[in-house]
């Protein structure tokens, strides 16, 4: 059974970090991952994504804020989040998707890519 839990969430002051993490299991193969965000009333919106060797994509401005990374031998996903402001307040959702190689070394970015998904953290950002 696939599972992604995630992690890591909280409330900070604006300019402060946060590192989320999402546990992954039940994937059977190579899986390319990601993390998105939804504010309240908002769409969930794509924020930083990795394929199945470590190349990484970021959805701009965030990227040099953000940094995703994978530890294959835990299977856990990490996004280090710095300088941090009061508009990064959203839930942030780890998502997944099997992949075959060599394609599952992109990393995809749409939210019709990926099949499982985590239930979520808060991240709130006080000014």
């Known amino acids: 059974q696939v599972q992604l839990v995630e992690s890591g969430g909280g409330s900070v002051q604006a300019g402060g970090s946060l590192r989320l993490s999402c546990a992954a299991s039940g994937f059977p193969g190579d899986t390319y991952m990601g993390w998105f965000r939804q504010a309240p009333g908002q769409e969930r919106e794509g924020v930083a994504h990795?394929?199945?060797?470590?190349?990484?994509r970021y959805v701009d401005p965030k990227k040099g804020r953000f940094t995703i990374s994978r530890d294959s031998a835990k299977n856990i996903l990490y996004l280090q989040m710095n300088s941090l402001r009061p508009e990064d307040t959203a839930m942030y959702y780890c998502?997944?998707?099997?992949?075959?190689?060599?394609?599952?070394?992109?990393?995809?970015?749409?939210?019709?890519?990926?099949?499982?998904w985590g239930q979520g953290t808060q991240v709130t950002v006080s000014s």
């Open positions: 990795i394929g199945c060797r470590g190349s990484t």
């Open positions: 998502a997944a998707n099997d992949g075959t190689w060599p394609s599952c070394m992109t990393p995809q970015t749409r939210r019709d890519d990926y099949k499982s």
